[in-house]
């Protein structure tokens, strides 16, 4: 066994590991957590893999933004998960179906004559110095132009309409006008009052 294949059985146990009690924990807090340690741990594997920038993109997208976010909320809302757990056993045939359905579909994709390792030859090693982040970029921004950047204006409508759904004015709030702040003088702030000296 090599220490290549030693170090990807290592991070496997720990992906599998992970993810189970991302589902099996009881705190939400530590299922993030959880969840966490799965996607460092598939940056990992991915780095194995020669794909550093998907390690890297998974690490500073999900790791660094996203759960961040998860936390945030879940840690701001004080979600109560009893109510959720008493229904769990209702979701139950609808989940084991969808795993089912799932499984087939991955046993069937794994044990295909198509799939195997032997009609896509063996891997070729990558040069030194070459950089797969180049490529993908190189990729994206000659072959694929178009679809990219249809991606990026579904994502930018996304945005906007994120932004105009948040934006809706509400009665109670007060809002600031800058052009009656610059208008305002002193005689509009200061009021000076007299008033005859009291004695003891």
């Known amino acids: 066994m090599?220490?290549?294949?030693?170090?990807f059985y290592v991070f496997a146990a720990i992906l599998v590991f992970a993810?189970?009690?991302?589902?099996?924990?009881?705190?939400p807090v530590f299922a993030a957590m959880f969840l966490v340690l799965t996607f460092f741990t598939s940056a990992g594997i991915w780095m194995l893999l020669e794909a550093e920038f998907l390690a890297i993109t998974l690490v500073l997208v999900y790791v660094g933004a996203v759960m961040v976010l998860f936390l945030f909320v879940v840690m701001m809302l004080?979600?109560?998960v009893e109510p959720l757990r008493e229904?769990?056993?209702s979701y139950l045939p609808v989940g084991l179906l969808v795993g089912a359905i799932m499984l087939v579909e991955m046993v069937f994709l794994l044990t295909q004559r198509y799939?195997?390792?032997?009609?896509?030859?063996?891997?070729?090693?990558?040069?030194e110095g070459f950089s797969n982040t180049a490529m993908l970029g190189e990729l994206l921004y000659s072959k694929y132009l178009f679809q990219f950047e249809i991606a990026a204006i579904i994502l930018l409508v996304a945005i906007v309409a994120a932004i105009a759904l948040t934006m809706r004015k509400r009665p109670d709030t007060k809002y600031q006008k800058p052009s009656e702040q610059i208008a305002v003088t002193k005689q509009d702030r200061l009021r000076v009052v007299q008033m005859p000296s009291e004695k003891r």
């Not at 090599?2 to 170090?7: I, P």
């Not at 993810?19 to 705190?27: D, E």
């Open 87 to 89: 229904g769990f056993v």
């Open 19 to 27: 993810a189970s009690r991302v589902i099996t924990v009881n705190n």
């Open 115 to 127: 799939f195997k390792s032997e009609n896509f030859g063996v891997p070729v090693p990558a040069e």
């Open 2 to 7: 090599t220490f290549e294949l030693f170090v």
């Open 78 to 80: 004080d979600v109560n």
